[in-house]
């Protein structure tokens, strides 16, 4: 058996005692377990980090850990629209669709769209925009809107790094639906997207929030292990990265676990 061997023999392990603990209630066992899975392992593929801020341990990370992004939409990307859709009834293209109507926007002419997913919001907005780019870091659901025929280029990769570094010309619509639940500062997020946009272009994406009423955290990681985001938070993010809110609803994000995951639709103009 090689040195590699037994560091997979470890992890495993390690991140199998403690599901057991956390499953028997003995939370602080469980944390023990999961942090010594995830020194053997920074990449953090299982979303180590995230399991453990979802129970109630410091610290938060900023984001979800890209490895475990990856790993997750490439696992479910076959089954991802059946389950999405159709079990937990999550709505946000459509719902996108119908607030850009309402705020009497009829067409744009370049739109990304940020974790494109299977294309979903490609799909909805596709009537209303010349030209789509999407990107996703998952290959697999790349592969899968790629088949779809409603873009003009797709790109696999992580989103900030993509923004931040890519030959495209301006876009004066960018959508990020299901994005900022892997997310937990958006800073980077929104500055990237401001260079990418034209002056008065359109950013629309959605959220689950995080209730307010019992803390000051911008963000916190819920017990489904998505970010939650503060609403104060969000329009402070927005106002520093040059954006004004043009709206800002409460939605149902999805069904899970037979109950509603409250959730804001906001749409936003660079100034």
Known sequence: ????????????????????????????????AYRTALALDPDDPGGIAVRVAALGESPVPETA????VEMLFDQHADTFEMILVDQLHYDVPNLTRQRLDTLGFV?????????????????????????????????????????KDVY???YSGELVGFLEDNDEAPFDLVTA??????????EPLFSGVAQMLR????????????????????????R????????????????????????LDDINVRDEDKAPSPGHLVVAKKG
């Not at 850990?65 to 475990?68: D, I, L, R, V």
């Not at 639906?177 to 958006?186: F, T, W």
């Not at 985001?229 to 927005?238: F, G, N, P, S």
């Open 1 to 32: 058996m090689t040195h590699s061997d037994d560091k997979e023999d470890a992890l495993a392990e390690a991140y199998n005692r403690g599901l057991e603990l956390e499953k028997a209630g003995d939370i602080a066992g469980a944390v023990t």
């Open 65 to 68: 850990p890209p490895a475990y």
């Open 107 to 147: 067409h744009f002419a370049r739109m990304l769209d940020l974790g494109c997913g299977t294309g979903l919001a490609a799909e909805a907005l596709r009537d209303i925009v010349g030209e789509i780019i999407g990107i996703d870091i998952s290959e697999a659901m790349v592969d899968i809107a790629e088949e």
């Open 152 to 154: 003009n280029g797709l």
């Open 177 to 186: 639906a299901d994005v900022l639940p892997y997310l937990g500062a958006v």
């Open 199 to 222: 002056p008065g272009g359109v950013l629309a994406f959605s959220t689950e929030k995080l209730d307010e009423r019992n803390t000051d955290l911008c963000y916190a990681v819920g």
């Open 224 to 247: 489904n292990q998505r970010f939650l985001h503060a609403e104060t938070y969000l329009r402070a993010a927005l106002d520093a990265a040059g954006f004004a809110v043009l709206s």
